[in-house]
């Protein structure tokens, strides 16, 4: 179903993707973290639906739409290496700090940090080129407003 997207995001230089499959792109990857420590409970769920409605200005069917799409997507994406230096070229440099900020909200969800997430999360910024500070200073941003 996905797959002229992922050749599309997978292009040696990506172009810059349209709004609505950057929503998508990134949605995937809150999925992809929401799973990375092999549970994906409600609260992640939830958590990506909110962070979607706020990002975007989703209605909630819409960000519900939005999710089980990245839910589908994420299933298909290559290893997190490729999918998130995909987006790194697609998504500007001043977003990626929201999308961390985001990223970490669905990791805290659950109230718990397991060591696979952090793992992720510590590689993740570092593809999108951000560095472990700005990294740690988004993570407390969100553990502030929780």
Not at 15 to 44: K, Q
């Amino acid at each position: 179903m996905f797959g002229d997207f992922l050749k599309t995001l997978l292009q040696p230089q990506p172009a810059r993707l349209p709004d609505t499959d950057a929503r998508l792109a990134l949605a995937a990857l809150l999925v992809r973290v929401a799973r990375a420590d092999g549970r994906y409970d409600p609260e992640e769920a939830e958590r990506i639906a909110k962070v979607l409605m706020s990002r975007y200005a989703l209605s909630p069917f819409e960000a519900a739409k939005l999710r089980g799409e990245a839910e589908q997507l994420e299933a298909e994406a290559p290893d997190t290496v490729r999918f998130t230096r995909a987006i790194k070229e697609a998504v500007p440099f001043e977003e990626r700090i929201g999308v961390l900020e985001g990223l970490w909200s669905v990791v805290l969800a659950d109230g718990k940090r397991d060591e696979g997430e952090d793992a992720l999360l510590r590689l993740v910024s570092n593809l999108l080129g951000i560095n472990d500070r700005d990294s740690a200073l988004a993570r407390q941003r969100i553990e502030a407003r929780q």
